[in-house]
Structure formats: structure tokens, C-alpha cells
């Protein structure tokens, strides 16, 4: 039923006009207030591979400055890998069992109030109806007291032996992840938390940016939230110039936005491009899967893997346009590296073939092709899932793209702070 619906309001989406809040300019109260000093401190920690299981990942690992916020492959190689973005490379000394199975999203304007809703899948997001205020898929075990659920979502990838934890025996931090014991004393967490006390540096500077608070993982989340909400805000585009009157889009871009609004407002709605919701458009699975390991097939069933709902099946959350240019490859899985194929694949103006993909793969990591490309196997019943749209042709393509890099934010896109020269912990800083 809900499929239905979203089908006819893109089939009517021409003649809607567009929703209001998508021609409105973003200000500060779009945005939770910043703490500078812990934006700082959560600075040294994103850039800080203390906090993965063999001290060798950082989050900036996987969403550095110099690739969108991401790491610019199509599935990256987390715990196990050298290098840094598209040049990473699997570690033969120590390969990682497999690549991480979804693409790394962007971090632009996650510190703005709207986003009640992470992840590719949405497995995380604001419930006021439970204790902590926050869904997760631990349920009553996470812990409570975030700044915010951007806070609670930098608790998730540390524990991922395919991000930041390492695998079996290779660390603490991996032990008691595969044990099952993530919170507590003991737990995951607090392991990855006593080795931050451990640094004199980190003492001083929580001591100085969070007085009287415990230096657990939750001040920790709270720091790095602070630093993405404060070092990627993004609202200094020249199309946010427009918005405020400063100076209107022309030309071309101008006409991408014309048909923006009438084209994919629908979905990609409000000050961020984005309406949260989940929506199935036949973005092609490549890689393991989202699964879990013991299932034979990892076909990513997208949102009813959160749900259980047979309607969400296939369905990803609407990602904000900000800066999108730049945050390739494009798609949950990274199938599109070129991002005028993605918006005719998306359009449904024309299919999608492997070759498409910027994926190398990896001797030790990936199993073969038929690992690598799951489209084979899935690509009819994730085409027959998707939400039908009006097929684009070669100048509104042009036109959208225009459009698209007129969302690009310089202030942004280099970061307020930038990198790092080092980090207390005195581990490689990620360049």
C-alpha cells in the first residue's frame, strides 16, 4: 500500500509544485548548538586510530575530508587494510575476512536538528517512547544520556569487525564484541574508553571540555558528534546564496533547479534535500550484503531488515544532496562512479551493468565475481521493487548536474579544522 502511494506521487511529482521548506534559506536554528571546546577534542578523536581494535582505524579512515566526508570506493576496506581512500589496499600480512558490504555516507549537516534517522537503513533513530530517547538494535541494553542521535552513532562502528574492532582474538576489543559484552564494565565500550583515560592529553582535554564528566564512551560520542556537527555543517553553497537572495542561480544550474523541484523534490525535500524516509529505487547490491554471517545468502533487503516489513524490502533512506558531487561513488553499495550514469540508472532512463562499479577486488578478501556482483542473482526482484519514475533525458541530466554542483560547499568541504598534524594517542593521523 505505502509503495503504491509513493509511486503516484512520483508520477504526479510534475505537477506538484514544491514543497515549501525547499525554498527556504538554512539558519542556526536548523542546528543544535556546538560546544567548540568538545568540537575540538572530538577533532583529535576522529582522527585517532585508538579507537579501533588494533589501534590501526580511525573514523576518518572511512570519512575523510578529501573524499566527501567518505573514503571514495564503492565498499571499503576497514579493519585489515593500508592506504587511504580508492588507493586502500587489503593488508596481506593481516586481510580483512571481507570488505565492509555498504558505501560510507557522507557526514555533511548531521548536527542539524531534522536528522532523527541514521544510517542506510535507518536502524538507528529517535524514539521518545523508549527510556533512552533512542532505537538501536541493542534495544534496552544501549546506554542512555546522548547528546544527540548522532552521539549514539558513533557507538556502532567500533564494534564492527569489519570497520574498527578486528576479528576473533586479535585484540580486547574484538574478544568481548565476539563475546557478546558490549556495555558495562568490561564491556566493548568501556575497554575502547579506559584507553583514552589512559592518555594524559585526552585527561587534560576532557577535563578542560567537559568538566565533572565521567570519561566514558558516551562523553567520548558526544565529543566526535560535536566535531561532525561543527566541522561539516554545510550551508554556504551557492545555491544557499540564492535561497538568501545573495545571488541567483543562472543558466543551466537554474534550470536544474526547475526541474529539481518538480522532478525530485517529492523525496529529496526540504532545506537538506532529503524527506528521512526509505524508499526503494533499485539501487544495485554489489558485495556481501548487508547479512548476517551465517546466512547463506546475503541478499540487502535494505529497510526490513530493520522493520520486518515485506513493503520495505529493497527501500534505503533518501540521502541528503549536500555537497553530492563530491561523495562518490553513488548509491547505498556504491554501484554508480560516475554520478550522470546514477541519475539515468535512477531515473530509469537506463539499466545498470557491473562494469559501472569501481570495485577491485581483493585476492584473500572477496570470494569472486559472483561475491563481488550480486546484481546477477537480485537484480530482477530489486527492479521490481522499485518506485517507478519519469525516465530522464541526456540535457535534464545535464541540467540536474548543474543543479547538483551548485550545492557544493567550499567551507564545508575543506572542514573548519581540517586535519590534524597529530593526535594525543601519537598513532598515524589518516591523510
Not at 540487502?300 to 563530491?326: E, H, I, K, Q, Y
Amino acid at each position: 500500500m505505502r509503495t503504491a502511494r509513493l509511486a503516484l506521487l512520483c508520477a504526479l511529482a510534475p505537477a506538484l509544485a514544491p514543497p515549501a521548506s525547499a525554498e527556504r534559506a538554512v539558519t542556526d536554528t536548523d542546528y543544535r548548538p556546538v560546544d567548540v571546546a568538545e568540537a575540538s577534542l572530538g577533532w583529535l578523536l576522529f582522527y585517532d586510530p585508538i579507537l579501533s581494535g588494533n589501534r590501526e582505524i580511525a573514523c576518518a579512515t572511512c570519512h575523510h575530508p578529501r573524499f566527501g566526508t567518505g573514503d571514495g570506493m564503492a565498499l571499503g576496506i576497514g579493519d585489515g587494510g593500508t592506504g587511504l581512500g580508492p588507493g586502500r589496499r587489503a593488508d596481506p600480512a593481516n586481510p580483512p575476512e571481507r570488505r565492509i558490504p555498504r558505501n560510507a555516507p557522507a557526514l555533511f549537516n548531521l548536527g542539524a536538528r531534522e536528522f532523527a534517522v541514521l544510517f542506510h537503513d535507518g536502524r538507528i533513530e529517535v524514539d521518545e517512547a523508549r527510556p533512552s530517547g533512542i532505537r538501536t538494535p541493542l534495544g534496552a541494553e544501549m546506554e542512555g544520556g546522548f547528546a544527540s542521535l548522532l552521539s549514539a552513532q558513533t557507538m556502532f562502528p567500533v564494534l564492527s569487525p569489519d570497520e574498527m574492532a578486528g576479528h576473533y582474538s586479535e585484540n580486547e576489543i574484538a574478544e568481548a564484541v565476539r563475546r557478546g559484552v558490549i556495555t558495562g564494565e568490561g564491556g566493548a565500550w568501556d575497554l575502547l574508553a579506559a584507553r583514552v583515560r589512559a592518555v594524559p592529553e585526552y585527561e587534560a582535554a576532557f577535563a578542560e571540555a567537559m568538566p565533572g564528566r565521567e570519561v566514558d564512551f558516551v562523553a567520548i560520542s558526544d565529543a566526535l558528534a560535536a566535531f561532525m556537527a561543527w566541522e561539516w555543517r554545510s550551508d554556504a553553497s551557492p545555491y544557499d546564496a540564492h535561497l538568501r537572495g545573495e545571488r541567483p542561480l543562472e543558466g543551466t544550474a537554474a534550470e536544474g533547479l526547475r526541474l529539481f523541484a518538480a522532478e525530485c523534490a517529492a523525496c529529496h525535500a526540504g532545506p537538506f534535500q532529503t524527506d528521512h524516509a526509505f524508499h526503494a529505487m533499485g539501487a544495485p547490491q554489489i558485495g556481501p550484503g548487508k547479512a548476517a554471517r551465517f546466512e547463506r545468502h546475503r541478499r540487502d533487503d535494505g529497510r526490513m531488515r530493520v522493520t520486518g516489513d515485506p513493503s520495505d524490502r529493497f527501500a534505503f533512506r533518501t540521502p541528503s544532496l549536500r555537497n553530492v558531487t563530491r561523495t562518490g561513488p553513488w548509491g547505498h553499495t556504491g554501484a554508480h562512479g560516475d554520478l550522470g550514469a546514477f541519475l539515468r540508472h535512477h531515473s530509469g532512463a537506463s539499466g545498470w551493468t557491473p562494469g559501472e562499479a569501481v570495485l577491485v577486488p581483493f585476492a584473500g578478501v572477496d570470494a569472486g565475481a559472483g561475491d563481488l556482483l550480486g546484481w546477477a542473482e537480485d537484480g530482477a526482484a530489486i527492479e521490481a521493487a522499485r518506485v517507478p519514475v519519469r525516465p530522464l533525458d541526456e540535457a535534464e541530466v545535464e541540467a540536474l548536474l548543474a543543479f547538483l554542483a551548485a550545492l557544493e560547499d567550499p567551507v564545508a568541504l575543506a572542514g573548519r579544522l581540517g586535519v590534524p598534524r597529530r593526535v594525543p594517542s601519537g598513532l598515524p593521523v589518516p591523510r
